[in-house]
């Protein structure tokens, strides 16, 4: 079955620190993957994505995820972190064309607090 | 560029009421799909239309349904709420039907009492 397991649920980091979200998904084909991130009581935005080649792709914000496709991960980093941050990030697998390929699968969210 | 947007911000209904929810896609996508969030959870696809059809289903029940116009937006309709209805939903479109690509509105927030 396709998933996506983030095991983080909470992680607390300082200013300035560095950071890695952890997500590993289960999917039949090529995946196409993401990371979104969610302010409170808001729409999903789309910080980076990958669908083929250089397995380090970069995004906004300062963001940046490696795709292993030997670990089945595509976990999100940031060099140093600042308080603006702190929301839900969320990592989702889509794939193929149309039907029950066409949407894409969430993992539960890791939510990121910044100590000052 | 006019992103999604999504009517109204928040709603309140009582179990058994009907509700409908609307969604704005962004300019030239004709692919939309809908998702709900409850608390603590990441989306979860309801469905997708495509050129006013349904093209595409989670485990949702029959009582959720959608429609999609003319001029690519589309409705949520959900019959017979539930208490477990009460979510976040989320509208989300796209140029082409893939499962990528795909740019969020900033939701509807639903509670059923």
């Known amino acids: 079955a396709q998933s996506v397991t983030q095991p983080d649920i909470h992680i607390t980091v300082s200013e300035g620190a560095s950071l890695e979200l952890r997500c590993n998904y289960s999917y039949g084909a090529t995946p196409y993957l993401f990371w979104y991130v969610q302010s409170p009581g808001q729409g999903l935005q789309l910080l980076l994505k990958?669908?083929?080649?250089?397995?380090l792709v970069q995004g906004i914000k300062g963001f940046e995820a490696e795709f292993k496709r030997s670990q089945s991960s595509f976990n999100l980093r940031k060099p140093s972190v600042h308080w603006s941050d702190a929301a839900e990030y969320f990592c989702a697998v889509g794939g193929g064309y149309g039907g029950s390929q066409g949407n894409l699968i969430f993992g539960k969210g890791t939510k990121l607090s910044v100590k000052p | 560029e006019t992103g999604v947007t999504q009517s109204p911000t928040h709603l309140i209904k009582t179990r058994g009421q009907q509700v409908t929810l609307r969604c704005s896609s962004q300019?030239?996508?004709?692919?939309v799909s809908w998702y709900q969030q409850a608390l603590g959870q990441g989306p979860q696809f309801i469905f997708q239309y495509y050129r006013e059809e349904e093209n595409g289903r989670g485990n949702f029940p029959p009582r959720f349904s959608g429609l999609q116009f003319p001029n690519y937006s589309s409705e949520l309709n959900v019959n017979a709420l539930e208490l477990d209805d009460s979510a976040l939903y989320l509208c989300?479109?796209?140029?082409?039907?893939?499962?990528?690509?795909?740019?969020f509105g900033p939701g509807t927030r639903l509670t059923v009492l």
């Open positions: 300019s030239g996508h004709n692919t």
């Open positions: 990958y669908f083929s080649g250089d397995t």
């Open positions: 989300a479109s796209s140029p082409r039907t893939s499962g990528r690509e795909q740019f």
